[in-house]
C-alpha cells in the first residue's frame, strides 16, 4: 500500500477578546506487511494579544508555519481543492442582571455568520479576501450592518407582548477579526481530508425591561440558528423548525 500523509489542522480560535490560539495535529500513516504504524506530532502556538498585535515577527510566524504547511500539502495534492468546515455549533448563554436586564453571551461561528448575512452569493475565499481590504471605517460600516440586523429580529417578548430588543452587541475587534480571516483563508489551502475550521468566537449583547422579568419568549435572528441556548439548567436548541422557545426565569 503506499504511503499516504494525512494532516489534520483544527482548533484555529480566539480564546478570548484579545487573543488567539492555533493547535495544528499532523498525523501519518505508514504500512508495511506486518502492520500499521502510526506517529502523531502536536503543535499547539498559543498568543496573546501584547506578544501577537504589538509584535509582528509572532505574527509573521504563526502565518508562516501555516503557510509552509499549506504550500507542502499544496504540492502533496495538487488537485485538491477545500471547503472549510464549520467544527462546533453556535451557542448562548443567557444570564439575568439586577432582575431586569437579560445579557447573553454568544458564541458564533462568525465568519460564516458574516458571510452568509453580508454576501451570501460570493465564495468564501473570495468574501474573506474582500472584506479584508476594507479599511477601518469600511469594516465598521459592514459590521454595522450585521448587528442591525441582528437586533432587528433578536428578541425577547414578555407575557404583556412587549419585546425587548437585543441591543449594545459587542463584537471581537477589527483586529482579531483580521487574524481569524487570514488563518481561514490558509485553511481553504488544506486537502479534503484536513479537518479544519476556525472556533467560534465571543459575541454579547443585552435587554433590558422597565418590570422584572419573570418569563420569557427567545427569537433569534435565522442567521444565528442553529444554536443550543443555555439559561442555568434550562437547555434547549432554537432551531428553523423550532425557532422560538419560552424560558422561565428564576
Same mark, same amino acid.
Given at each position: 500500500m503506499p504511503f499516504t500523509p494525512r494532516l489534520l489542522l483544527a482548533n484555529c480560535q480566539p480564546t478570548a477578546a484579545t487573543s488567539v490560539r492555533a493547535t495544528a495535529v499532523d498525523d501519518f500513516g505508514g504500512h508495511n506487511h506486518d502492520s500499521m504504524v502510526y506517529s502523531s506530532v502536536t503543535s499547539t502556538i498559543s498568543m496573546t494579544a501584547p506578544s501577537v498585535f504589538s509584535s509582528r515577527p509572532s505574527l509573521n510566524r504563526l502565518l508562516g508555519f501555516l503557510a509552509i504547511l499549506a504550500a507542502s500539502l499544496f504540492f502533496? @495534492?495538487? @488537485?485538491?481543492?477545500?471547503? !472549510?468546515?464549520?467544527?462546533?455549533n453556535n451557542q448562548l448563554d443567557i444570564s439575568l442582571l439586577e432582575g431586569r436586564h437579560l445579557q447573553c453571551d454568544f458564541s458564533l461561528n462568525l465568519l460564516p455568520l458574516l458571510h452568509s448575512h453580508l454576501a451570501p452569493k460570493s465564495h468564501p475565499e473570495e468574501f474573506l479576501q474582500s472584506f479584508l481590504k476594507l479599511s477601518d471605517a469600511a469594516m465598521d460600516k459592514?459590521?454595522?450592518? *450585521?448587528t +442591525? #440586523? *441582528?437586533? #432587528? !429580529?433578536?428578541f425577547f417578548?414578555?407575557?404583556?407582548? #412587549?419585546? *425587548?430588543? *437585543?441591543? +449594545?452587541?459587542q463584537l471581537p475587534s477589527k483586529q482579531l477579526i483580521r487574524e481569524a480571516m487570514?488563518?481561514?483563508l490558509i485553511l481553504m489551502q488544506m486537502p479534503p481530508n484536513a479537518a479544519s475550521?476556525?472556533?467560534?468566537? !465571543?459575541? +454579547?449583547?443585552?435587554?433590558?425591561?422597565?418590570?422584572?422579568v419573570t418569563r420569557i419568549q427567545l427569537q433569534l435572528h435565522p442567521v444565528l440558528v442553529p444554536i443550543f441556548v443555555a439559561y442555568k439548567e434550562d437547555k434547549f436548541w432554537l432551531t428553523p423548525e423550532i425557532p422560538t422557545a419560552i424560558v422561565d426565569i428564576h
Amino acid at each position: 500500500m503506499p504511503f499516504t500523509p494525512r494532516l489534520l489542522l483544527a482548533n484555529c480560535q480566539p480564546t478570548a477578546a484579545t487573543s488567539v490560539r492555533a493547535t495544528a495535529v499532523d498525523d501519518f500513516g505508514g504500512h508495511n506487511h506486518d502492520s500499521m504504524v502510526y506517529s502523531s506530532v502536536t503543535s499547539t502556538i498559543s498568543m496573546t494579544a501584547p506578544s501577537v498585535f504589538s509584535s509582528r515577527p509572532s505574527l509573521n510566524r504563526l502565518l508562516g508555519f501555516l503557510a509552509i504547511l499549506a504550500a507542502s500539502l499544496f504540492f502533496t @495534492f495538487p @488537485f485538491a481543492t477545500v471547503a !472549510q468546515t464549520v467544527g462546533h455549533n453556535n451557542q448562548l448563554d443567557i444570564s439575568l442582571l439586577e432582575g431586569r436586564h437579560l445579557q447573553c453571551d454568544f458564541s458564533l461561528n462568525l465568519l460564516p455568520l458574516l458571510h452568509s448575512h453580508l454576501a451570501p452569493k460570493s465564495h468564501p475565499e473570495e468574501f474573506l479576501q474582500s472584506f479584508l481590504k476594507l479599511s477601518d471605517a469600511a469594516m465598521d460600516k459592514e459590521l454595522n450592518k *450585521l448587528t +442591525q #440586523a *441582528l437586533s #432587528a !429580529q433578536s428578541f425577547f417578548t414578555l407575557p404583556t407582548g #412587549a419585546k *425587548l430588543r *437585543l441591543k +449594545q452587541w459587542q463584537l471581537p475587534s477589527k483586529q482579531l477579526i483580521r487574524e481569524a480571516m487570514k488563518v481561514s483563508l490558509i485553511l481553504m489551502q488544506m486537502p479534503p481530508n484536513a479537518a479544519s475550521h476556525i472556533d467560534p468566537m !465571543q459575541v +454579547q449583547a443585552k435587554a433590558s425591561s422597565k418590570v422584572p422579568v419573570t418569563r420569557i419568549q427567545l427569537q433569534l435572528h435565522p442567521v444565528l440558528v442553529p444554536i443550543f441556548v443555555a439559561y442555568k439548567e434550562d437547555k434547549f436548541w432554537l432551531t428553523p423548525e423550532i425557532p422560538t422557545a419560552i424560558v422561565d426565569i428564576h
